[in-house]
């Protein structure tokens, strides 16, 4: 039943194809926004601890912004939990489950642009490893 919910979820996420233009739109603004305004400025640490700390803002709001969806799906939720369709920690799971590619789409997008809009990338051998972390740091932060 666990593969069958993140499944549904993941179904669910994909036909809303306006809420999925949206955040990619809202991604790519405020990952252009933030980086022309911390534009190169690797060499300040004032700087970079100030866009480390912005985006970690920036997507933990996006993050919480999905939490208001699942209050109206709770009736759903009660009414397949009463007929034993599924136990509700498949339910808790596979809805968090299906949460993970617009995470990643969203640490992609935000990330990348940060990342090299703001300079964080060095001429050393650790550029790719960094830009790597940094991206699993934004993602993890979005979900």
């Known amino acids: 039943s666990l593969k069958l919910l993140v499944y549904r979820e993941c179904l669910i ?13 809202q991604n790519l603004l ?8 911390f534009w190169q400025a690797w060499e300040d640490t004032t700087s970079v ?12 709001l996006g993050a919480i912004l999905k939490v208001a969806p699942q209050y109206p799906v709770r ?11 599924f ?3 498949t339910y808790v ?10 995470s990643i789409i969203d640490g992609l997008l935000y990330g ?7 300079g964080l ?4 051998g650790a550029s790719f490893g960094n830009y790597i972390m940094f991206v699993v740091i934004t993602t993890m932060a979005s979900v």
């Open 30 to 37: 405020m990952g252009l926004i933030a980086g022309t305004v």
């Open 13 to 25: 996420w994909w036909r809303d194809k306006t809420g999925i233009r949206t955040r990619i739109v």
């Open 87 to 89: 136990p509700t920690w």
């Open 93 to 102: 799971v596979g809805r968090s489950l299906a949460t993970v590619p617009p």
């Open 121 to 124: 990338a060095w001429d050393d």
């Open 112 to 118: 990348t642009i940060i990342y090299w809009f703001v």
């Open 49 to 60: 601890l100030g866009i480390l700390f912005q985006s970690m803002f920036f997507i933990s």
């Open 75 to 85: 009736g759903i939720l009660y009414k397949h939990q009463d007929a034993n369709f």
